[in-house]
């Protein structure tokens, strides 16, 4: 368990870093919060720290609705099982991954977004681009690294170079 200034600092810039390792009870209002919860931050006198929704359920508070501090590990293995498959030889298509790992679309593009800085679709684009152009560098023909890369045509190789502002020559 880390300390509690810590824990409260932690809480103040909500990092998002911090999810999963501790919950925040605030005792006035008995809920607990991760970390990062957008909700306003109570009184620090009001707030009490746990290692986990087991033990602060264990003095009577309820997980926050808005954060669902008990979804944190779920969350985390789902978006770690997607980067898996994205990381594949066969990723599934993006609008298959989020079922693939047992969530709605919408609510898992926010996760995913939230662990990793970026949309599955982004995620995909620069596994894809980094990939081909190992394969450049290694002497492989263009046409060759497209393929390997998993770009069916070279056209949306063009269009994700595009997105990154890197012309194909480059
Ligand atoms: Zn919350």
Redesign the pocket.
Known sequence: MIDNDTAWAAVMRRDRTYDGHFV?GVLTTG????PS???RHPARENVRFFRDGTEARAVGLR???????DDVTRDQKAVAQARALLEGDDPPALAELATAVGYAPQHFARIFRRAEGMTPACFLRSLRLARAQAAMTGGASVTDALYDAGYATSSRFYADSAAIGMTPSA
């Open positions: 925040t809920i607990y919060c991760r919860c957008a909700a997980g926050c609705k808005r954060c669902l501090p």
